[in-house]
Nanobody, 124 residues
Framework: QLQASGGGFVESGTSLTLSCTMS?????????IRWFRQAPGKEREEVSC????????TYADSLKGRSAISTDKNKNTVYLRMDDLKPEDTAVYFC??????????????????WGQGTQVTVSA
């Protein structure tokens, strides 16, 4: 089970750190974690990914340079920090897990575990 948290209503230019906490399985078991987001009326898009040993981290072009993904294996938690938030970052953010594939194509293999989502709303 994945639990996403940390969303909220913020002003443009501020920062948020989202958390994705795993229960029932351990980050020690070779998983990669990816964040996705979905805005109203839009398709889900990938945001960021971290591989099992954190040697590979990926970011969507829209967030490059103003986001950072990190892992705390002791807490079984992955964090996504987003800086300089913009209204276009408004979306529900989901985290998902699958066996580690080095953050390759998010379409396959499918992500097996999904969090419930956390809402991020950025005012203009």
């Amino acid at each position: 089970q994945l639990q996403a948290s940390g969303g909220g209503f913020v002003e443009s230019g501020t920062s948020l750190t989202l958390s994705c906490t795993m229960s029932g399985f351990s980050l020690a078991h070779l998983y990669e974690i990816r964040w996705f987001r979905q805005a109203p009326g839009k398709e889900r898009e990938e945001v960021s990914c971290v591989s099992d040993n954190s040697d590979r981290r990926t970011y969507a072009d829209s967030l490059k340079g103003r986001s950072a993904i990190s892992t705390d294996k002791n807490k079984n938690t992955v964090y996504l920090r987003m800086d300089d938030l913009k209204p276009e970052d408004t979306a529900v953010y989901f985290c998902a897990a699958r066996a580690d594939h080095g953050c390759s194509d998010p379409r396959a293999p499918k992500y097996v575990y999904w969090g419930q989502g956390t809402q991020v709303t950025v005012s203009a």
